[in-house]
């Protein structure tokens, strides 16, 4: 089993206004056990995405390189900050993997900073 749930925001107050992904919650037993969140954040700020798993506190992805938040029984959960500087600018990828099958969450921040 596979439970992929999200918290919808809209980006202002008008009931028409654009939404966006506050968090993104993995679990069920095709994670062997694990209880993985995603939570919206823009890197610049002072909350910028996290990963929190099995109820750990909040983890960031560090700076440069592959952040591994999971690599144990055929399960990988790790993050990288994305150069695709042309299409967007710098921002998230967090990446799941189970076997041959995976879930990538790619955070596109509408505003900077706080």
Not at 8 to 33: D, H, K, N
Not at 51 to 79: H, Y
Request: a negative charge.
């Amino acid at each position: 089993k596979l439970l992929v749930r999200g918290e919808v925001r809209p980006y202002g107050g008008s009931p028409c206004a654009p939404s966006y992904l506050q968090q993104v919650r993995i679990t069920g037993s095709w994670l062997g056990g694990h209880d993985v969140s995603v939570h919206a954040g823009s890197l610049e700020s002072s909350s910028p995405l996290s990963v929190v798993r099995d109820g750990s506190s909040p983890m960031s992805l560090e700076r440069d390189g592959v952040t591994k938040f999971i690599n144990a029984d055929g399960v990988s959960l790790r993050g990288w900050i994305g150069e695709d500087l042309e299409a967007w600018g710098p921002d998230a990828r967090v990446e799941l993997t189970v076997g041959v099958a995976n879930v990538t969450i790619v955070q596109h921040t509408e505003g900077r900073g706080e």
